[in-house]
């Protein structure tokens, strides 16, 4: 027993260095403060400073204390936060989707099969800039951003009721730049950041590169529990809250329009910023509430890309957000990424204008609501039951029978050459633990259900 308690001591030692809140030459906590801290004796700290100190990660000072030796190593993501079981690290989730063999199905990935995107239109696209003298095919772009595309971006935010004039957007190389740039304007380490729980795994990874310490906020079919919200607001002054516009990741849910307006009131009250993600909002068959309408970009900052819906190789992404902070994004932006993918921008442009991609996603939305069909009607012999039945995206929100582990049973499919995504790994509390996210266009093959089917059996039976 007091082994292990040694051991918890320098464990937690060992994280505050990797996660670099205790710095080469910093001074260890005292063990007369960390001893209640972690619940053990003096002696017991003192064994585990000892120890530390001959594995050369603390070193002692004659009546000082103990300091942290040597120089910071490597900053690595996996070693900040919560030891966690690789197959429900959202980092170790996102490498098995983008790591995949050919031959690996993926029904826990995040995006469309490469033969429902509009190849077509993009080699079309393609050539027809190719053949133009005035497209940017190997200059720099503008900080903002190609200016015919801002000025697209901003009509087509209008029809969704967000106000921003070509001057208050920018472009980025993706969504996921879009909010790491946004992240490191607005944010500072050990700030806190509300998500919804559950919500898109990689904001947890990208959160954890920041160093901020991240809250999860119950959501509910409507959005986010606003009873719990506001307590979570109350107890941990969050700086900023994150979240999808659209069908939400993973749930498909969407936000409601009285859920908005109280969501917003609260925000107010306690100053509160947020970031809407819409990436998945082109999916959506009517378009449901977006807080950066409401709100007018005054707190709100709206960020996408083109990635889901039309080419994740040439990614186009954007910021829209209030004028007195858009100078400061375009900084950060140089600083990062210099002048940022102008033939991206280009090619987006010109598939956007020219017709292809409205009927594209006229034809997609229907072909996505016969996936969710077909998927739910396959998964729910299995025993798997749906959280909500989405009215538009690609994402089924689907519970596992008996209480199964969404992080046993992926591991047992991934022996077999099939990627989920474990509920686990989508949960600031780690708590769905007995849900799998499925992505119903990558979810058409027989062999999928038949691996699944053998994983269930196997879990039931080790109960």
């Known amino acids: ?13 060992r994280d505050r260095i990797a996660a670099r809140t205790l710095q080469p030459g910093a001074k260890a906590p005292s063990i007369r403060a960390f001893a209640p801290i972690m619940g053990v004796s003096k002696s017991t700290v003192v064994e585990a400073y000892d120890r530390l100190a001959a594995e050369g990660v603390l070193q002692a000072r004659r009546g000082s204390g103990f300091y942290v030796a040597g120089r ?36 826990g990935c995040g995006w469309l099969p490469s033969a429902w995107m509009p190849e077509d239109a993009v080699r079309r696209a393609l050539r027809s800039l190719a053949r ?43 969504g996921v730049q879009a909010l790491d740039l946004v992240c490191r304007f607005l944010l500072e380490p050990g700030d ?45 002054r969050p700086r900023l809250y994150i979240t999808n516009s659209g069908p939400q990741n993973p749930t498909g849910a969407n936000l409601s329009a009285v859920t908005a307006h109280r969501l917003l009131k609260l925000a107010e009250r306690h100053g509160l910023l947020i970031v809407e993600d819409e990436v998945y909002a082109d999916m959506e068959t009517e378009a449901s509430p977006r807080l950066a309408a409401f709100d007018g970009l005054e707190r709100v900052v709206v960020i996408g890309s083109f990635s889901k819906t039309l080419s994740a190789a040439g990614r186009c992404g954007f910021v829209a957000a209030r004028s007195d902070w858009i100078e400061g994004l375009i ?14 921008a280009e090619l987006t442009h010109a598939i956007l204008t ?25 998964l729910r012999p299995l025993g798997l039951s749906p959280w909500i039945e989405p009215a538009a995206g690609i994402f089924l929100w689907m519970r596992l029978p008996d209480g199964l582990d969404g992080g046993e049973i992926a591991q047992q499919a991934l ?23 499925f992505n119903a266009a990558q979810a058409s093959e027989a062999r999928i259900y038949d691996v699944l ?3 269930i059996r196997r879990a039931r039976d080790a109960q």
């Open 354 to 378: 020219n017709g292809a991609y409205r009927r594209y996603l006229t034809a997609l939305r229907e072909r996505l609501a016969r996936a969710r069909g077909d998927t739910l009607a396959r």
């Open 192 to 236: 806190v950041v509300l998500v919804d729980d559950p919500c898109y795994f990689n904001f947890h990874a990208l959160l954890r590169a920041h160093r901020v310490e991240v809250v999860g906020a119950p959501w509910t079919p409507n959005g986010p529990d606003l009873e719990l919200f506001e307590q979570a607001l109350v107890e941990h």
């Open 331 to 344: 900084d950060l932006k140089v600083a990062t990424s210099f002048g940022g993918g102008g033939l991206a």
């Open 132 to 174: 133009t003298g005035g497209a940017n095919l190997t200059d720099y772009s503008p900080p903002l951003g190609l200016p015919a595309m801002r000025g697209l971006l901003s009509r087509r935010l209008s029809t969704a009721g967000v106000e921003a004039s070509p001057a208050q957007i920018m472009l980025t190389e993706s």
């Open 453 to 455: 089917e053998r994983a």
């Open 1 to 13: 027993m007091e082994g292990g308690r040694v051991e918890s001591v320098m464990a937690a030692i």
């Open 415 to 437: 022996a077999e050459g099939v990627v989920l995504a474990p509920g686990e790994a989508f949960s600031a509390s780690r708590g769905w633990r007995d849900y799998l996210r």
């Open 72 to 107: 910071a190593p490597p900053l690595a993501l996996a070693d900040l936060g919560p030891r966690l079981d690789r197959s429900i690290d959202p980092l170790w989730v996102s490498r098995q989707s983008l790591e995949a063999g050919v031959d690996a199905l993926k029904p």
